[in-house]
């Protein structure tokens, strides 16, 4: 069992940065990780996911080349820094684990069992 928790989000003008991050409770931190986002009247979408060592990540088209996902296992923490902001990234931002097996990454929301508490990112135009 783990517990996630977020810190970061807030408002930003377009064009700015922010970082989010997750920090996981639990002696390990075994599981590939995942951000989503989900903006008012739409789906949760995907964002970017990273493998349990850190050594495979993947990014949603939408905000590929703007968002960096990271992790560091020895806080327990993984990042998403997020730069040129759009308006478009409003969002709540939800960070999301899943127990690794292998060194492999997820994409889609039913592949996660652990949710953090999401947190606002308002980009203003």
């Known amino acids: ?12 003008q377009a064009g700015g ?6 920090a996981a409770s639990g002696r390990s931190f075994n599981y590939a990780m995942g951000w989503f986002r989900q903006a008012p009247g739409k789906e949760r979408e995907f964002v970017a996911a990273i493998s349990w ?16 996902i990271s992790r560091d296992n020895a806080k327990k923490t993984v990042y998403l820094q997020m730069n040129s902001l759009k308006p478009e990234d409003t969002a709540v931002y939800y960070c999301a684990g899943r127990l690794s097996i292998s060194d492999t990454i997820a994409a889609d929301t039913r592949d996660y069992g652990y949710w953090g508490q999401g947190t606002q990112v308002t980009v203003s135009s």
């Open 17 to 22: 940065s922010l970082r989010l991050s997750c």
């Open 53 to 68: 060592s850190g050594g495979n990540t993947y990014c949603a088209d939408s905000v590929k080349g703007r968002f960096t």
């Open 1 to 12: 069992q783990v517990q996630l928790v977020q810190f970061g989000g807030g408002l930003v």
